[in-house]
């Protein structure tokens, strides 16, 4: 845990008043940055992260010294060219590396909130990485970039602001959180709230910690994030370690032990009460209702260029959902481009070395800042 | 670069708003967005020319033309252009009525089956003409509504269109391409 104290954090004093009703203050938000700012400011790029990432985006995890959740897209000569660009990613509040959240201590009890800690949204999580922009005097971002719950972020950002950012790319997501994916989250809490050790959320009080539960909410989540396809391609029915069944319990096919391994790794890295809060937030997001049915009403303001993309695997966030987006903006005439990629790999095809996905985003980011500096001239 | 892209090039005016439906690898757009105006889009259906349009910085949406154009509200354009393409649809009707829906005015140009040669084709060989605008087979052209020039104006006759061809060259039998600027 002192690995995460030492992480780059910002001290946000202004109260942010919360969608929950409730004001805090005083609050840290944990943040990385990539590359370097320009003297004209006009290279910075707001990414976001999704459900489980974090501000270590790129590189070498300080705090699990594994590689950043998006290697493949963020990084020098990449596809978000940290050469080029100067790269924020902070981590959500409610999340738990560094940032204000339920392991935060509570200055009355002086233990962790627990579940006393307010619920967040993904529009609270926006309104407080706005910090950024003034903590690095930046008058206007480049881009804001996410996938997921990332990509959520870049639509309320944008809702919320319309004028902070040059360009926006929403990936793998939606303006509205289907029934699905509220039940496929609701799954992942109440396994981590049938765990007796996550005792309504003060688990930290005795040390024992919910693990078991937090594993198997990982575990049927991991499932939701690949394709049928692709899980059938690269386990099948494959053994693990055997010529034949057992006829017992034990992970005798190789994609259970593959979930297994997922869990296990999971529960190092996360906190059970962030994954409650933070899929709560994702489950609230509704930006059509925000605008009373009309998504249209959410961009009305701005002028920033999107670039929308999906997957053709991806069952969780597929391809009409994000189409909704593009439909909205071009009602009212904004500029908007998309794609749907081709990928097995479902969901997370964002995070991983998808060709098609990243050379799109690359040239997306490349040809819109070209452009931007012509104009300027 | 194509003599037909020129021609659409020239009739639209400097600095409009325009829609290139199915616009194929972007070559028109480019040509367009570097000499006339900035402010083009398109539409596309092939994920591989979807990305040739990323790569040269066009902005593109990729969809279907026959689904996608009902999300664009009426007169958002000020040109709609649609190249070559009319002639694949299943409904080029419906197509044509959403193209004078969403633009203040449209390009349309089509593969001239009233083309001499394609005419003596027939007429001499008696099979399905196959030239340089038309190079499928019966069996896999991807055409499934192939008209003439005089059968499009026809048509716009018909449904009261008006067709803008003073600088077009339409004649029937001589030319290969009928290129329309027309509105309704």
């Known amino acids: ?59 070498i995890n300080p705090v699990t010294n594994k590689e950043g959740w998006w290697n493949y897209a963020l990084g020098p ?52 990485q706005y910090h950024l922009l003034e903590f690095f005097k930046i008058e206007k ?24 950012s040059h360009t926006a790319i929403p ?24 765990d007796h050790n996550w005792s309504n959320g003060f688990y930290e009080k005795d ?54 391994y997922q869990g296990s790794v999971f529960v190092d890295r996360f906190d059970a009460n962030s994954y409650l809060y933070i899929t709560r937030a994702m489950d609230y997001f509704d930006l059509i209702k925000q605008f009373d049915g009309n998504l249209s009403k959410a961009f009305e303001k701005s002028k920033t260029k999107f670039f929308i993309i999906s997957f053709t695997s991806d069952w969780l966030y597929p391809t009409p ?57 | ?33 570097q000499n006339i105006t900035d402010n083009i889009r398109g539409l596309e259906i092939s994920k591989n020319n979807v990305q040739k349009c ?21 007169s958002s354009f000020d040109y709609v252009i649609l190249s070559q393409t009319l002639q694949a649809f299943l409904d080029p009707e419906n197509v044509i009525d959403e193209l004078l829906r969403i633009g203040k005015k449209a390009i349309v140009t089509i593969p001239n089956f009233g083309y001499w040669k394609v005419r003596i084709h027939l007429l001499l060989q008696g099979t399905m003409p196959v030239t340089k605008n038309l190079p499928n087979e019966w069996y896999n052209t991807p055409n499934l509504h192939m008209c003439t020039i005089k059968d499009f104006v026809n048509f716009c006759n018909k449904k009261k269109i008006k067709i803008n061809s003073s600088n077009l060259n339409i004649k029937n039998i001589f030319s290969e391409l009928g290129i329309f600027l027309i509105e309704k």
Not at chain 1, 8 to 24: E, F, H
Not at chain 1, 90 to 101: D, E, P, R
Not at chain 1, 177 to 191: D, F
Request: aromatic share 8%.
């Open chain 1, 141 to 164: 971002l480049f881009s804001v970039v996410g996938g997921s719950m990332g990509g959520m972020q870049v639509l309320q950002f944008v809702s919320n602001f319309p004028n902070k």
């Open chain 2, 1 to 33: 670069m194509k003599k037909e892209f020129n021609i659409i090039a020239n009739l639209v005016e400097k600095n409009s708003k325009v829609l290139d439906v199915g616009c194929g690898d972007g070559e028109l757009m480019k040509y367009i967005s």
């Open chain 2, 54 to 74: 990323i790569e040269k910085g066009l902005t593109v949406v990729e969809g279907n033309a026959e689904k996608d154009l009902k999300q664009f509200p009426r």
């Open chain 1, 321 to 377: 959902e994000n189409r909704e987006i593009v439909i909205a903006l071009n009602a009212i005439g904004n500029d908007v481009g998309f794609a749907e990629i081709t990928s097995d790999k479902g969901h997370d095809s964002f995070l991983l070395d998808v060709p098609d996905f990243l050379n799109a985003v690359k040239n997306f980011l490349n040809n819109s800042y070209n452009k931007f500096n012509e104009k300027r001239i």
């Open chain 1, 207 to 260: 040390k024992k910690l919910p693990d078991k539960g937090l594993a198997v909410a990982r575990m049927a989540a991991h499932i939701t994030y690949l394709s049928k396809k692709g899980l059938q391609e690269k386990f099948g029915r494959k053994l693990q370690e055997r010529d034949s069944l057992k006829f017992s319990f034990d992970a005798d096919f190789q994609i259970e032990s593959y979930l297994r």
């Open chain 1, 77 to 128: 000569g990449k596809a978000i060219d940290t050469n080029k660009y100067f790269v924020i990613c902070a981590n959500v509040i409610g999340g738990c590396m560094g940032s204000y959240g339920p392991n935060s201590i509570n200055p009355e009890t002086n233990e962790p909130f627990g579940t006393n800690f307010p619920v967040i949204t993904i529009n609270d999580m926006v309104n407080a």
């Open chain 1, 171 to 194: 990936i793998a997501c939606t303006a509205s959180h289907s029934a699905q994916n509220i039940a496929l989250n609701e799954l992942g809490r109440q396994s981590i709230m049938a």
């Open chain 1, 1 to 59: 845990m002192n690995k995460i104290e030492k992480v780059k954090k910002i001290i946000i004093n202004k109260p942010l008043k919360l969608d929950c009703g409730k004001t805090i203050s005083n609050f840290p938000l944990a943040y990385e940055t990539y590359g370097l700012l320009n003297e004209k400011k006009d290279n910075a790029i707001l990414a976001f992260h999704a459900l489980t990432g974090d501000q270590f985006a790129s590189g």
